[in-house]
C-alpha cells in the first residue's frame, strides 16, 4: 500500500514523522510497509475519562486525491456518536483538499471528547461491555480534488550586512540534547518577526565554537505577516537532505508563528539512519513546547486548516 507518487510519498513520510514526535508514545506503526498506524486519543492525559482509538491505511493516493482509510475502536463508541465523528472528518477532510489532515483529525476527535468528558454524561462501565464496536468507513467523497501546492518558502539572502546589525537580537533558548550511538543533537529556539533577526539569530549561534564545529546545523522559521495574511518561511538542510523540510513541516502542522528552530548534530561515526530524522524533529519539538509555542488547542487545530498559501517567489529555493 506504500505511495507511488513520488510527492504523495514523500508528505507521507514527512507527516509520519511529525506526528510520531507529536504525540510519543500514542502514536504506533501496525505495519509500516502498508502504511497502517494508530493512535489512542483521549481527553485527558493523566486521567482520562473518555478514550478512542484512531487507526488509519494511507492509501499510495493520500494526500495530493484521496484521504486517509480509518476505522475507529471504542467500547463505547455507539453508530449516534459514530455518525457525528465521521461527519466532522468529512467537513475536514471537504476543507483541506489535498492536504495532510490527520493532525486536524487526531484533534478534532480530542476536542470532541473533551466536550463529551465536559458534559453530565458518565463515563463508560467498562465491567458491563463484553464486545468492542468497531466500525469500518473508507470515505466515498465525490467532491472533486483539486491539484495540491506546496507551501512555497520564500528565500533569504544571509549575508549579513553591516546595516543589518542594529536590529535588536532576540533572546536565544537552548533544548535538552539528546544522544544516541555517540551521535548528539540539540534543539536552540529564538522568537523572530523580521528576516533580519533570523540573520541575526544565525550569526549569533554561529559565534559559539562548539555549535559552529556542528556537522549539521538545520533550521527552519515560520513568520507571520499580519498585513498579507500569509506566512513567511524558510528553511535549511546543512547537509543533512531534507531534514529542513522536514522540521518546516513539522512546525507547519503545530502552527507556529514567529520562530526559528535551529537543530544541531554532531555525528558521532556511526550511521543512524531514518533515526536521525527523528531525533531531530523531537528536540524540535520538545523546545518548542518548553517555550509554549505549541498547543492543542482548539484555535490551533482550526487555523492549521486554513493557513493561506506563500506566494512563489522567483528566487526561491528548495529545502
Not at 507529536?22 to 482520562?48: M, N, Q, T
Not at 518546516?248 to 544541531?264: D, K, P, T
Amino acid at each position: 500500500m506504500a505511495a507511488t507518487d513520488p510527492e504523495a510519498a514523500q508528505r507521507q513520510r514527512e507527516e509520519i514523522e511529525a506526528l510520531s514526535a507529536i504525540y510519543g508514545d500514542e502514536w504506533c506503526a501496525i505495519d509500516e510497509d502498508e502504511k497502517i498506524f494508530c493512535i489512542k486519543i483521549s481527553d485527558c492525559l493523566e486521567h482520562p475519562k473518555w478514550t478512542l482509538c484512531l487507526q488509519v491505511i494511507l492509501s499510495p493516493e493520500y494526500p495530493t486525491t484521496a484521504p486517509p482509510i480509518y476505522q475507529l475502536n471504542a467500547p463505547w463508541l455507539l453508530s449516534q456518536e459514530y455518525a457525528e465523528i465521521a461527519n466532522n472528518l468529512e467537513e475536514i477532510y471537504a476543507q483541506n483538499l489535498g492536504e495532510s489532515i490527520l493532525y486536524l483529525w487526531v484533534e478534532k476527535i480530542r476536542e470532541m471528547l473533551i466536550e463529551k468528558s465536559q458534559s453530565s454524561i458518565p463515563g463508560p462501565d467498562t465491567t458491563k461491555i463484553t464486545e468492542e464496536t468497531t466500525v469500518v468507513q473508507e470515505e466515498d467523497f465525490s467532491l472533486e480534488c483539486q491539484p495540491f501546492q506546496q507551501y512555497a518558502a520564500e528565500t533569504l539572502n544571509y549575508d549579513l550586512l553591516a546595516s543589518e546589525e542594529d536590529e535588536e537580537l532576540p533572546p536565544i533558548y537552548h533544548g535538552n540534547p539528546i544522544t544516541d550511538r555517540r551521535s548528539t543533537f540539540q534543539a536552540h529556539l529564538a522568537p523572530v518577526v523580521t528576516p533580519k533577526q533570523v540573520k541575526n539569530v544565525l550569526a549569533e549561534l554561529y559565534k559559539n565554537k562548539k555549535i559552529a564545529s556542528a556537522t549539521h546545523n538545520i533550521y527552519a522559521y515560520r513568520i507571520f505577516c499580519e498585513d498579507k495574511q500569509t506566512f513567511l518561511q524558510d528553511c535549511e538542510d546543512d547537509g543533512e537532505t531534507a531534514a529542513g523540510g522536514r522540521l518546516l513541516h513539522l512546525m507547519q502542522i503545530l502552527n507556529v508563528r514567529n520562530v526559528l528552530v535551529v537543530v544541531s548534530r554532531w555525528y558521532g561515526g556511526i550511521l543512524l539512519g531514518p533515526d536521525r530524522f527523528k531525533h531531530i524533529n523531537n528536540c524540535a519539538r520538545n523546545i518548542l513546547v518548553d517555550q509554549n509555542y505549541s498547543n492543542f488547542s482548539e484555535n490551533a487545530s482550526r487555523q492549521l486548516g486554513k493557513n493561506k498559501r506563500i506566494r512563489k517567489d522567483k528566487k526561491k529555493t528548495e529545502c
